[in-house]
Structure formats: C-alpha cells, structure tokens
C-alpha cells in the first residue's frame, strides 16, 4: 500500500512539473516573440550602423534539463555511508537577462538519500534511504562571456515520498520509516558551472542541505540528529526559448 502511495505521489508530482514547464516553455516564447519585435522594429528606424547598436538585446528564455544526482548525508554520527545515485529532471527560465547576468528559476524532481552499509561480525546488512522532492532553486547567473556561466543561490525543496529499501541479515524492520518520519521541507545552498555549446548546456552542480531531515525518533536514530542533504548534479539543459 506505501509503495501505491509513493508511485501515486511521485505521478501527480511529474503532471505538476509538466504542468510548470509549461508555464515556464509558454512565457518564454511571448517574451521571445515580443522581444524579436521590438529588435524589428529599432533595427528598420536606426542609422546608426556600428557593431554594439546593432547588437539584439538578451531576452527572458525556457528550457528543459536534466541529470544524474550523486546523493549523501551530512551527519555527525560515524556511520558507514554510500552514496546514492539518483536522477533528476525539470524545466528552467531566465529572466532579466543581459550580457553579463540573469536570474534563473527552476522547479525539479528530484531523488535524494544514501545507502548505509552495517557490519557486526558475520552480520551484514545494506539499508537504502530514497527521498523524493521538488526542487526550487533560485539562482543568480554570471556570464563569463558566452561559453561559460556560474550559478549561485538558495533552493527550498518539499518532500513528496520516502521509501526504505533494505537487504541483509537483519531484516526489512527499518521499512517502516516513511515520509511522515521527515521533515517535509529542506532549504540550502547552490553552486555550479554550466559550459554553453549554442542551445545546450552541460554542467555540474553542488546542493548543500541546511534543514535537519530526519523528524521522528526512528529517523533520528538512523541517521542521527543533524543529518541533512548533500547532493552533486550533473546535468544537461535544453534551451526550447530565447536565444543565447
């Protein structure tokens, strides 16, 4: 019934990305429609002919992106922890766009967790953590020109499932945590680099979680008191609207 729970949840969640990147896919092509009317327009009525006046100003673009997510804890308990490979995916706009900076929103599905290995003796037991959000990231892009950008910001994230997955000597008792035994908000920090090749980008990515996830006693115990999300990203962007 959990697992139900989860793929019910997880569903309604990629309609709400979809729908989002909708939104998101839509404002840019206005803007970019509006955008290539108004350079139209000072194009045909200027005399001026020198390199820098006939430079088209940078509009408001959207995109699609997606990637592989490399997830841990950041705990103070000496615990034997892996990380965890999940996937991220989402859509992306840029807004107040000029030659040197934007500002970007995204809204993103994506998997975070690690995987703890527990050895006593001849016991032997794996225990996955598989937490699902939405990811919103506001971030302040710097261009450094146009092959290359930074990315800086905040993110804040909600929880939408959790499942415990678990392999070994000491049974499935750990399964019963579940969403309701985390906290259902993070918030952190965000910093990356993305390469610009025309309309696609590649990049790489660090989220550093400030929120203490785990909210019940069981939580607690398991991934101790102050354990909160440490994800690297690599990823691939789309740019669907706008130029570059």
Request: proline letters at 3%; glycine letters at 12%; hydrophobic letters at 35%.
């Amino acid at each position: 019934m959990r697992k139900m729970n989860v793929r019910k949840q997880a569903q309604i969640t990629m309609i709400g990305v979809l729908l989002a990147g909708g939104v998101l896919l839509s404002t840019g092509l206005k803007a970019q429609t509006e955008t290539t009317t108004e350079t139209t327009v000072q194009t045909e009525t200027r005399t001026d002919s020198s390199p820098d006046r006939m430079r088209p100003a940078g509009g408001p673009r959207a995109g699609i992106k997606g990637g592989v997510n490399l997830s841990n804890f950041i705990t103070d308990e000496p615990t034997d922890r892996h990380t965890l490979v999940g996937f991220h995916a989402g859509v992306y706009g840029q807004l107040f766009v000029n030659e040197g900076f934007a500002i970007q929103p995204e809204v993103n599905y994506s998997t975070k967790g690690n995987e703890i290995t527990s050895e006593f003796g001849i016991i032997d037991h794996e225990t996955k953590f598989n937490l699902h959000y939405i990811d919103l990231p506001v971030l302040a892009v710097f261009k450094l020109g146009d092959a290359v950008e930074i990315h800086a910001g905040p993110y804040w994230a909600y929880l939408v499932g959790a499942n415990i997955d678990t392999d070994g000597d000491l049974g499935d008792g750990f399964r019963q945590l579940d969403r309701d035994n985390f906290d259902n908000w993070d918030y952190g920090l965000v910093g990356g680099i993305g390469f610009n090749f025309n309309n696609v980008q590649l990049g790489a990515r660090y989220n550093y979680g400030l929120n203490n996830i785990a909210e019940s006693p069981g939580a607690r115990q398991m991934l101790g008191s102050k354990s909160k999300n440490s994800v690297g990203q690599l990823y691939l962007a789309f740019n669907l609207a706008g130029s570059r």
